[in-house]
């Protein structure tokens, strides 16, 4: 069988940045397995600016932010193979995969970085009820199909959801013509960047609803009409709110959801709660020598910080590949835990022995808080109290967990990562 | 216009249809079907449980008790024959109220005078171990092991393929608008694209098989559109029962069925709600909701959150719940197939040979010379069941084997590009889900429409912007441009 030291599922934003930095931690065999006909994964669609303000101090367009990875990649001279699905990772870290010049193959790998990214909720799983015509998209698919295609999902258009992609084509619909009637939100805050919210419905003059819902969709064929209610606080249409929007497409930002089906066969341990991977402070899973990083692992909100991310996943696959895991490699260390508003935390351990000086630690928020401390404990010894005045779900937090903050403490069982009020 | 000239013209091409239709192309015989939508299985065959009946629910010396019976002793050869997906996982009916277990006794009794094989009542802790996600309610169940699941698409496709292999034509989107009895004994069809001229017609037209009925008939029957929604849930749920279950009526009302799908799915539903439209296939909030809440009745921790698609069908039921099957008393040559609802899928079969029995003897077909007729149809290989090996050999054979389109369903351009140039052809993303099941799965096309859109452009030289959902009016793209 076919051996390499590194194997990347994925070739977007994610399993570049992993690719490079495993190559540049001295896994020079490395190998990065690509479904669609070129890198870039998601980027490739998102035309619009705003990519790489904290990696590259600029703003880039999505093409523009791949394409200065790709650049790097070719010069490493990285192998990357296109048009290539895999089908299968073991826990002994056979990648098996499938692509038309090759067939089926399969590659023993050292270590293997999941960087599948993630898929948009579709409608079906929101129970809209109504038809099921043609004119339903989600808004990830309407952007490919503008984008790439250059081709028109529709002309007048409503929108729900209010998730980044769905803000972005708000914007995007109405310049390439089409006149987008609203966006509707059933939660009471956005789930979208507020920097999008401005400059994508505000600049545009497109109504944001929130606490708002779509009750049906009319039209047999292709869609007519949408109704929308206003929603109690129990997310229950309220009867005597419904408002019918004649529309011939829907756009739905509903939500994102890492592809774990290779990682859920390969026997993962997945999280209930980001639906990704639970890994340790190195990005490594549950199976030992593959690690995650990126959408595949939580859903972000900026690319910058999957990147990072990312680069911390490849370098950590190099050093497993090298066989230089260090000292306490099999043990998960301290789990974390999140509570007080905090939803989840990445990594969900972390081991203090193994760490870098630094470990980022970032989550998200159940709900939008206003002037909050962000604390983190030690058992019950509190070594962080951060002023945060605005939190919110659509906005990834961090917090940096040093070496220093472990120093002389031993035995520590939990750390806590909570919010707490001023 | 044209006007065409056949021994027999079939309306509709639903199941019952097709199943006629495939029967008839044994014979000596020029055969017609005439449907309106784009595509077969685009009505009450489409939407449905999926479901092969053991046959234990119609009253005993009915017509619904006899086909259902023989179409589900019939329906796992067939499968054989056309190569689709059938399972015979079984059956249960849970009964959850110790003061109803008279209704099992009742249902075993009725489905042994039906001829069902093998039936028996199992107790509790049998049924905990058969379905181990059973509900804490359930205290026995009829067991019925000769009951299963198929694929509806693939039936109907398979068997108005192995029809038109055999030489039967396929007419879509014409629509039936009148029939007409002509001086020479012969039936005039008028369509929306046309009149074609018959010797016999077959009546087969689903929750419209009223309206055609009574266009040739003073006895007048009526079809009223019972609407069943259903969710249906990711295969991740796949496993969440082993068997179809359903549950005994009780006084707290009746159930939903909650079973395994043939492509590892779950499904639960339907309601049962009669309706005026019979194109009123929209889900509502109050019958999802219903069947959200029902599924618990019989099965614990149904992961609901796990549904990737509701959907809604309606049967074609008639007041006396029988099937319509026969040579009309006043319309001489004109047989219906009529009123055609659960069991019809099971049935089929059976409804295929009786109506073309009919038929035969009306027109004194003859059957072809041996050789003359192809008895089996193949289908597409599946990539989720097969071995890496045999998918590798698939490659070598055609390298489009190794691209795969559909992620969710494991569907790869080569499958699709087969379904492309079969005798009934595909023109929408609809007809490729029916066929190949790519779009079917938890993206629900999110990711693979706009590439199977441009295979269909690619392969059949197709717009873009012609390129529909489900036909003539579902077109996925608008024109481009503010001009």
Known sequence: MEQHDVVVVGGGPAGLAAAISAYEAGSTDVVVLERDVQLGGILNQCIHNGFGLHTFKEELTGPEYAARYEDRLKELGICCLMDTMVLDVSPERVVTA??????????????????????????????????????????????????????MPGKEVVILGSGDIGLIMARRMTLEGAHVACVAELMPYSGGLKRNIVQCLDDYGIPLLLSHTVTRVEGKRRVEAVWIAQVDEKLRPIAGTE????????????????????????????????????????????????????????????????????????RMSAQYAQGDSGEGSAARGIPLVAQGGVRYTVPAFIAPERMDQKTTVRFRVDNVYKNKFVCVYLDDQRIMRKKRQVLAPGEMEEVVLKQEHFAERDGVERIVVTLEEG | MDVGSYDVVIIGAGVSGCAVARELSRYDAKVCVLEREEDVCCGTSKANSAIVHAGFDAQTGTLMAKLNVEGNALMWQLAKDLDIGAIQCGSLVVCTDESARDGLDELLARGKANGVPDLRIVEREELKEMEPNISDQAVAALWAPSAGIVDPFGLTIALAENAAQNGVEFEFCREVTSVRAEQDGTWLVGTTAGDVRARCVVNAAGVYSDAIHNMVSSQKISIIPRKGEYLLLDTTAGQHVRHTVFMLPTKMGKGVLVSPTVHGNL????????????????????????VAQKCALTVANVPLREVITSFAG??????????????????????DCAAIESPGLTASPAVGKMVCNEVCAILGLKERPEGEWIATRKSIPNLNIISFEDWAKL?????????????????????????????????????????????????QGGFCSPKIMEI???????????????????????????E
């Open chain 1, 98 to 151: 499938v692509n038309t010049d090759r067939g089926v193959f399969s590659i023993q790998a050292k270590s293997v970085v999941l960087a599948m990214g993630c898929r948009e909720r579709p409608r079906g799983a929101l129970n809209i009820p109504g038809f099921r015509p043609a004119g339903v998209f989600t808004a990830g698919t309407a952007q490919r199909l503008v984008n790439i295609e250059g081709q």
């Open chain 2, 395 to 443: 490659c070598e054979e055609d390298p489009a084997y190794g691209r795969v389109i559909c992620r969710c369903c494991r569907v790869s351009e080569a499958q699709i590009i087969t379904m492309l140039h079969r005798p009934i052809p595909v023109r929408s993303l609809d007809a490729i889900k029916r066929r190949t099941g790519a779009t079917m799965g938890r993206c």
């Open chain 1, 243 to 314: 408002k019918r929007y004649p529309c011939d497409t829907l756009l739905l930002s509903v939500g994102l959801l890492p592809e774990n089906e290779l990682s859920r066969a390969a026997g993962i341990e997945l999280s209930p709660i980001t639906r990704g991977p639970v890994v340790d402070e190195r990005l490594q899973t549950s199976v030992e020598g593959v690690f995650a990083c990126g959408n595949v692992l939580h859903v972000h909100d900026l690319v910058d910080y999957v990147s990072q991310e990312a680069a911390m996943a490849g």
């Open chain 2, 456 to 482: 269909l452009e690619r392969e059949l030289g197709m717009e873009p912007e012609s390129i529909t959902k489900a036909g003539p009016g579902s077109e996925i793209l608008v024109q481009k441009g503010g």
């Open chain 2, 314 to 335: 309606l049967r074609a039921h008639q007041p006396d719940h029988e099937f319509i099957i026969g040579e009309v008393a006043d319309a001489p040559r004109f047989v």
């Open chain 2, 267 to 290: 499904l639960v539903g339907p309601t049962a709600l009669d309706v005026d439209d019979p194109e009123s296939t929209d889900t509502t909030a109050e019958g999802l909701a219903e």
